[in-house]
């Protein structure tokens, strides 16, 4: 890491939030992604209040999709409905990583733009570690390109009947 954190991918800024569920780890978080570099907007929450988890989400998913925000990190009690959450902002591919492995997996195969963990499920280390490697991993590209084009194909309700159907072109109704 350099001062601007992941320059190869030129990820400098992170919109990081969490609910109450996720408070502690957000702001442990917060302070080592500084520390190795990153921008970090916190979006909140600020306490450990009880509060709704697709308020701050959103508002993670919406920095991202604006530009605002080269990627971001949701953190609640699980992960799920963050990530879901997340996925309803057009632009976005939110993850729900649990280990290194998902966490590479997320960005090299599906350029995964926020992250979504349950924040009292892993020790702060390994949330540290976890937002490092997943800053730093970069989009693999190639055949997953067109997976990706795909994706985002299927958000903007442009799929037409040989892309529903597969790559076989017929129809299975089980």
């Not at 080592?32 to 509060?51: N, W």
């Not at 057009?90 to 926020?114: F, M, P, Q, W």
Request: net charge neutral.
């Amino acid at each position: 890491m350099t001062a601007y954190g992941n320059t190869a991918d030129n990820v400098r800024t992170v919109a990081i939030g969490s609910d109450h569920g996720g408070f502690e780890a957000k702001e442990l978080l917060k302070v080592y992604l500084k520390s190795i570099g990153y921008q970090v907007h916190d979006v909140g929450t600020y306490g450990k209040e009880s509060v709704d988890y697709p308020d701050f989400a959103v508002k993670v998913a919406r920095k991202v999709a604006s530009g605002s925000c080269d990627r971001g990190i949701m953190i609640d009690g699980a992960g799920i409905g963050s990530s879901m959450v997340c996925n309803k902002v057009r632009g976005i591919r939110a993850a729900l990583c649990y280990d290194i492995k998902t966490i590479t997996n997320s960005r090299e195969h599906n350029n995964a733009n926020v992250l979504t963990l349950g924040g009292p499920l892993h020790a702060p280390d390994e949330i540290c570690e976890m937002a490092r490697v997943w800053l730093a991993t970069r989009f693999a590209g190639g055949r997953h390109l067109v997976r990706i084009n795909k994706m985002m194909a299927v958000e903007k309700n442009r799929v037409d009947h040989t892309e529903e159907t597969g790559s076989h072109g017929s129809e299975r109704i089980d």
